[in-house]
C-alpha cells in the first residue's frame, strides 16, 4: 500500500511567511542602521522593527492588515518561530565560537571577582523581585519559586556580542579595562547560560527533589561529555572540513556541529541554545577553528538571520500593557533591579580586586549591557510559559535600556580613568598609558 505524500505548505501560507520576512528584515535592516547611525547598538533598531509590525503600533494603526500579516492560527507563526530559531541557535552557536577563554587566564582572580559578584547579586535580586512580584504576573499556573528563579537568571546575564560590538566601537577592546570587561562577560555567558538551562528543565519537569536533581545533572553531564568524547570528535571533523580549500565544508561542518548539539540537550529536555553554545564553545577552543573560512557563516548569520530573530522577538512586546499602572510600577522595579544589582555586584567585584571607582564604574557599565542574551532568555521564557506578555515585554526593555545606557557610562568612565591615569603618573593631557587593571594602583608619596 502506497503512503499519502504529505501536503506541501499551502499557496497563502508561503506568501504571508515570505512577506513577513521580508518585511521584518527591511525593517530591521533600516532600524538597525538607524541605531548605529546614533551610537545606538543595532539589536534595539532591530526588536522596534517587530514592535512597529506588532500589537504595540501596527495592530492598533492598521488592525485589519496587521491582522491578515500576522494571523493568529499558531501554524503560521510557527513557520515563522521556525525561521528564527535556526538563525538564534546559530547565532548562539557563534557567540560560543569567538568567546575568548584566554582572556580569562590572563586576567585570573580580578575577573573571576568581578564576575562572579556581578552575577551573584542581580541573581539574588531578581529571584526576591519574582518572588515579590503579584501572581497577575504569572502566566497560567506557573510556579511562583520557577518564575523567580527565571526571572534571576533573566536580570543577571550580560552580552558578550553587545559588550564586544561597543568595546570595539569606543576603541577600547585592547585596552585593560576592555580586556577585563570581556574576560568577566566570559565568564558570565558560561554561568548564564548554564542556570538558563537548569531552571529551564525545571520550568518542564516540575519541582520535585528527583526531578530537580535530574535538571542540575543533566547540564553537568551535557559538560562532562562535551570536554572528555565532543572535544576529539569536533576537532577531528573540523580538521577534515579544513582539507578543503573552499570554506564552504568548514560552514557546514560548523552549523553542522551546533545543531546536532541543539538536537541532543533538546532531546534531554534541556533547552537547546545550550547545546548550541556548548558546541560552539567545542569549535573555538578545538584548536582547528580557521576564522576567514568561517567568515561566510558568522556575515550569514550576524546580517540575516540574527536580524530576523530579534524583530520577531519585537512582535510579542505590547508597549501598550505600561499604560496599566501595575505594569509600569513592576516594569520601574525590574529595570532598577536590573541596573542596580548588576553596577553594584560588578563594582564590589572591582574593589575587591583593589581597582578605583572610576575602574569599578567602567566595569559596572560594561557588564550591564545585557542585549542578545537578555532577548534570547525572554523568548525562552515565552515559549515555556513562564513568561507573559506583560513580563516578557518588561525583560525586553530591560534588554533595550541597558544597552543604551552603556556607552555613554563607559565613555564618562574612561575619560576619568584617563585623567586619573596622567596625574598619577605625573603626566601631561594626551601622555602615556592608564596602568594595568590587574595590578595595584600606584603608591602614594
Not at 510556579?143 to 556580542?161: D, E, K, Y
Not at 555567558?189 to 530537580?212: E, H, N, P, Q, R
Not at 529536555?269 to 569549535?283: K, M, R, S, T, W
Amino acid at each position: 500500500m502506497s503512503s499519502v505524500p504529505v501536503p506541501a505548505i499551502a499557496h497563502h501560507s508561503l506568501l504571508v511567511l515570505l512577506l513577513q520576512l521580508a518585511l521584518l528584515l527591511l525593517l530591521a535592516l533600516s532600524l538597525g542602521q538607524l541605531a548605529a547611525w546614533f551610537k545606538m547598538p543595532a539589536i534595539v533598531g532591530e526588536l522596534f522593527a517587530g514592535v512597529i509590525l506588532g500589537p504595540s503600533v501596527l495592530g492598533h494603526t492598521l488592525p485589519d492588515f496587521a491582522d491578515w500579516l500576522l494571523p493568529k492560527q499558531p501554524e503560521q507563526m510557527h513557520l515563522l518561530d521556525a525561521v528564527g530559531q535556526l538563525g538564534v541557535l546559530l547565532l548562539v552557536g557563534v557567540t560560543g565560537m569567538e568567546l575568548k577563554f584566554d582572556l580569562v587566564k590572563r586576567r585570573g582572580a580580578t575577573a573571576v571577582r568581578v564576575s562572579l559578584a556581578g552575577l551573584l547579586l542581580p541573581l539574588a535580586l531578581g529571584v526576591g523581585t519574582g518572588l515579590l512580584l503579584p501572581s497577575s504576573f504569572l502566566p497560567g499556573d506557573t510556579s511562583p519559586t520557577v518564575f523567580a528563579l527565571f526571572l534571576g537568571v533573566a536580570l543577571c546575564v550580560s552580552a558578550i556580542p553587545v559588550i564586544a560590538k561597543m568595546l570595539l566601537d569606543m576603541n577600547l577592546l585592547h585596552r585593560e579595562v576592555g580586556q577585563l570587561t570581556l574576560a568577566s562577560g566570559v565568564i558570565d555567558d558560561v554561568i548564564g547560560w548554564f542556570l538558563l538551562s537548569i531552571v529551564s528543565a525545571m520550568a518542564t519537569a516540575g519541582l520535585t527533589t528527583g526531578k530537580i536533581a535530574v535538571s542540575l545533572l543533566y547540564p553537568l553531564g551535557v559538560v562532562v561529555f562535551a570536554l572528555l568524547v565532543g572535544r576529539p570528535v569536533v576537532r577531528m571533523a573540523l580538521r577534515a572540513a579544513n582539507r578543503s580549500p573552499q570554506p564552504g565544508p568548514t560552514v557546514a561542518m560548523a552549523a553542522l556541529i551546533v545543531l546536532l548539539g541543539s538536537v541532543a540537550t533538546h532531546a534531554m529536555g534541556l533547552e537547546a541554545v545550550f547545546g548550541a553554545f556548548v558546541c560552539g564553545v567545542l569549535i573555538g577552543t578545538s584548536g582547528e577553528l580557521d576564522q576567514e573560512k568561517l567568515a561566510p557563516l558568522r556575515t550569514t548569520v550576524l546580517a540575516l538571520l540574527a536580524p530576523i530573530y530579534f524583530a520577531t522577538a519585537g512582535l510579542r512586546m505590547d508597549l501598550t500593557a505600561l499604560t496599566r499602572p501595575v505594569v509600569l510600577a513592576a516594569a520601574c522595579a525590574v529595570l532598577a533591579v536590573a541596573i542596580l544589582g548588576k553596577f553594584a555586584g560588578a563594582y564590589i567585584g572591582a574593589k575587591m580586586s583593589g581597582l578605583n571607582r572610576w575602574e569599578a564604574l567602567a566595569l559596572g557599565a560594561g557588564m550591564n549591557s545585557r542585549g542578545v542574551i537578555e532577548v534570547i532568555v525572554a523568548m525562552v521564557g515565552l515559549r515555556l510559559g513562564i513568561l507573559g506578555p506583560e513580563t516578557y515585554t518588561i525583560i525586553i526593555l530591560v534588554a533595550i535600556v541597558t544597552s543604551l545606557m552603556a556607552p555613554p557610562i563607559l565613555r564618562a568612565a574612561m575619560a576619568r580613568i584617563e585623567e586619573n591615569a596622567e596625574t598619577e603618573m605625573g603626566m601631561g593631557v594626551g601622555s602615556g598609558k592608564p596602568r594595568d587593571l590587574a595590578s595595584p594602583p600606584p603608591a602614594k608619596v
